[in-house]
């Protein structure tokens, strides 16, 4: 089975930089996943990691460590409009790639 | 529009009721999956389709829900005799063979049994 723990709320200013932690427990890795949900909305992708080490797309990067089990969601130069619930999410092994998701991060971004 | 989309977005239905979902995903996306969301959780898995044939369910999906792909396109999710505790949002999300692009998820249509 799979596990999954992130933080359930975060609180950061306009401009700053804010990291959303996740940590899993998988039987099987298979990569992992990064999505943004605005209220009300579907959740989009934002990052798939696979390897040890940080990729970077624009403000966002994430981190992942498979000997930790542990990933980061990092924002920088926060806008009001990051504002949103972070879902960390672990696919199954053997071929079917269902994803496990976090309960989410709800981030609060103020100005 | 190219994405996924899910109708009706909005459905309000007694306990007791039947209802149906519609999914249509990304036109060259073969796998499709329905998940449920509750206030405050990430989605929960319930089933998913690789173009025709539905190659899992969750033990969430109890048997007053059924899922269907009868071409391997569209999908739809129906619930019978529905219960105050399926008020949700359902989701549905495809995506190609692999999926290390991640999925593309529809807008939700959210079930609401009073």
């Known amino acids: 089975g799979q596990n999954i723990d992130q933080p359930t709320e975060m609180t950061a200013t306009e401009g700053a930089i804010v990291q959303i932690n996740c940590t899993y427990q998988?039987?099987?890795?298979?990569?992992l996943f990064w999505y943004q949900q605005h209220a009300g909305e579907a959740p989009t992708f934002l990052s798939y990691n696979v390897l040890d080490g940080l990729e970077e797309k624009g403000r966002f990067s994430s981190f992942l460590s498979r000997s930790k089990g542990y990933s980061y969601l990092l924002l920088k130069e926060l806008q009001m409009k990051d504002s949103a619930s972070y879902l960390c999410?672990?696919?199954?092994?053997?071929?079917?790639?269902?994803?496990?998701f976090g309960r989410g991060t709800s981030l609060i971004v103020h100005p | 529009d190219t994405g996924v989309s899910q109708n009706p977005r909005h459905k309000i239905t007694k306990r007791g009721q039947n209802v149906t979902f519609r999914c249509d995903p990304i036109?060259?996306?073969?796998?499709l999956y329905w998940y449920r969301q509750t206030l405050g959780q990430g989605p929960e898995f319930l089933t998913y389709?690789?173009?025709?044939?539905?190659?899992?369910k969750s033990r969430l999906l109890s048997d007053r829900f059924s899922a269907e792909r009868p071409k391997g396109s569209f999908s739809t999710l129906e619930i019978q005799r529905t219960e105050q505790g399926d008020s949700a949002m359902y989701l549905c999300?495809?995506?190609?063979?692999?999926?290390?692009?991640?999925?593309?998820f529809g807008p939700g249509t959210r079930l609401t049994v009073t």
């Open positions: 389709f690789q173009n025709e044939a539905q190659l899992e």
């Open positions: 036109s060259e996306h073969n796998r």
């Open positions: 999410a672990v696919p199954a092994s053997g071929g079917s790639y269902i994803p496990t």
């Open positions: 998988t039987s099987g890795f298979n990569g």
């Open positions: 999300a495809s995506s190609l063979t692999g999926g290390f692009e991640g999925q593309y």
